[in-house]
Every structure is written in structure tokens, then in C-alpha cells.
């Protein structure tokens, strides 16, 4: 009885129309339409921001120093801080997770 119960809602739970949250891996941002994927494509598991114009994932270098732009200018603050906390928010991240172990 029990057993079956559960069966049900697992089908139920298939049924819902809403997809499972979706984050880039490289920085976050979630993943919720077609546009947000580099190219349209949402078999990709990170986002326009983080893709290259053809599609391919940008490196660690290069989405470090976007970023530490980005923080620069909106927080206001000097590069080597901005950069600091960059790194500290990618080593959050799956796609760098890695990277930050092996250093
Ligand atoms: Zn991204």
C-alpha cells in the first residue's frame, strides 16, 4: 500500500510542467529559457554570459577577469578587491570547484 502510494506521487511529481531549476554552472545565473543558453542550446550546462561567441565555455581566466570587472564597477571597489572576491565566488561554483582544489 504503501509502496504504490509512493509510486503515485513519483508519476505525479514527472507530470509537474515545471522543470527543475537549472544554474550555470560557471556562474550562477539561472537557467530558465531558451535565450539564456549560449546559442539557444539547453543541452549546455552554463549560460550566454559564459560562452564565447561560438558557443564554447569560457575559461577560468577569462570569466575571473569579467568578473572582477563587473564587481569593480558596481561595487566601486579597486581591482586586486574586486578580484579577491571573485575568486571567492567562483570557488562556489561547479565548474571551478575543481580548478580551486587543485591549487
Ligand atoms: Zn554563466
Redesign the pocket.
Known sequence: MRRSAYGYLRAKEADLPIKKAKT?I??G?PLERAEDYPLGDETKK??K??AHPDGTMQSYEEKLAAMTQFIQDVQGVDEAAAQEFARKLMADLPAWRKRVEVE
Open positions: 550555470c560557471a556562474c545565473l552554463y549560460c554570459y559564459c
